[in-house]
């Protein structure tokens, strides 16, 4: 298997030349400044007995420190931009696909209602991502391939590679977008072109229809940022399931056991530190009172009821 650290797409060698650049000339510098600072201090030492000297107007000395910055800055900005520039020339026949990052997974649309929760592309075909964000801000890095895009909601952007390496390896996501941002991963798994036509003949089609009003609702007003819909614990417990649930809250410091019904979820987003669920804490949650209407707490109870809150 490749690893993170090989250049595994076509893009990656400007990366990788541009990078050994600019860190060489860096610690050339550093190594030469040390040895300076080095031996200043050794030779200018009171113990020589050397009376200190101030020079000024050194026109030769102006020019050298002021010329070879500048040569060496051209020239990092030479090797960045040949590195960058191929990163926004997309081929005409590259293959499409969508990449969706929302809180906190990735998913990759092959069309047709085709869609994968890691990324597997074909050996040697370039490859579009357009980039997609269902809520927040995220950013998809393919550390291998050595690209990096921003995905913003409501802004178009895109990335492209053509990978030149098989084997598996990692997509992270580098802009924070909430509590569990350092575990929205995923793969690029790339294949041969005949394994490739064969996995995606073989991809079910997502289910299809209108998302639910009620998560719509969940959504909109940030709950997914502290409540999860697959189980994981963050700021607070899980929605996974919860209709028709036992669970122990606190109330007035006493610890009771009440069911997950439908007065239960409307007094949880209206008066949300009345029953706190056992193991989280109180005061995270401000009422909804002001922010929701009595129509879309039902729409949120009915969410949960018939789609999101089934065991």
């Given amino acids: 298997m490749t690893t993170m650290f090989s250049g595994a797409s076509n893009l990656a060698e400007g990366v990788d030349r541009a990078f050994i650049f600019i860190f060489a000339t860096a610690f050339i510098f550093l190594i030469g400044i040390v040895a300076l600072i080095i031996y200043i201090l050794i ?7 050397k009376s200190p000297q101030q020079f000024s107007g050194n026109t030769k000395l102006e020019i050298i420190w002021t010329v070879v910055p500048l040569i060496l800055v051209l020239i ?5 931009w040949v590195g960058f520039s191929p990163m926004r020339k997309v081929p005409a026949d590259a293959m499409q696909i969508k990449a969706i990052g929302k809180m906190w997974e990735w ?10 929760k890691d990324l597997v592309v074909p050996l040697n075909r370039n490859v579009k991502m357009n980039l997609y964000s269902a809520d927040v801000n995220h950013s998809l890095f393919i550390p291998a391939f050595r690209v990096k895009e921003d995905v913003i909601p409501g802004y178009n952007n895109y990335l492209w590679f053509r990978p030149i390496s098989k084997g598996t ?8 977008c909430g509590l569990a941002h350092s575990g929205m991963t995923a793969k690029v798994i790339v294949v041969d072109s005949l394994e490739f036509n064969k996995w995606l003949a073989d991809l079910k089609v997502a289910a299809s229809g209108p998302e639910h009003p009620g998560l719509a ?14 189980g994981t614990k963050i700021i607070g417990p899980s929605l996974k399931g919860i209709y028709g649930t036992k669970r122990t809250v606190v109330t007035n410091n006493t610890e009771r056991e009440v069911v997950a019904d ?3 979820i409307k007094r949880s987003i209206l008066d949300p530190n009345a029953d706190v669920v056992k193991g989280f804490n109180k ?3 401000q009422s909804y009172k002001e922010t929701l209407k009595a129509e879309d707490i039902d729409k949120i109870v ?4 018939t789609a999101g809150g089934q065991k």
């Fill in 107 to 116: 998913n990759f649309d092959y069309g047709n209602g085709k869609i994968s």
């Fill in 43 to 49: 030779h200018f030492s009171r113990k020589k007995n």
């Fill in 262 to 264: 439908d007065e239960y």
């Fill in 302 to 305: 009915d969410y949960f009821k």
């Fill in 217 to 230: 609702i969940i959504k909109a007003n940030a709950c997914l940022t502290c409540h999860s819909l697959d």
């Fill in 169 to 176: 390896f990692d997509i992270f996501c580098t802009e924070y």
């Fill in 76 to 80: 990092m900005f030479y090797y960045g």
């Fill in 283 to 285: 005061g995270l949650m």
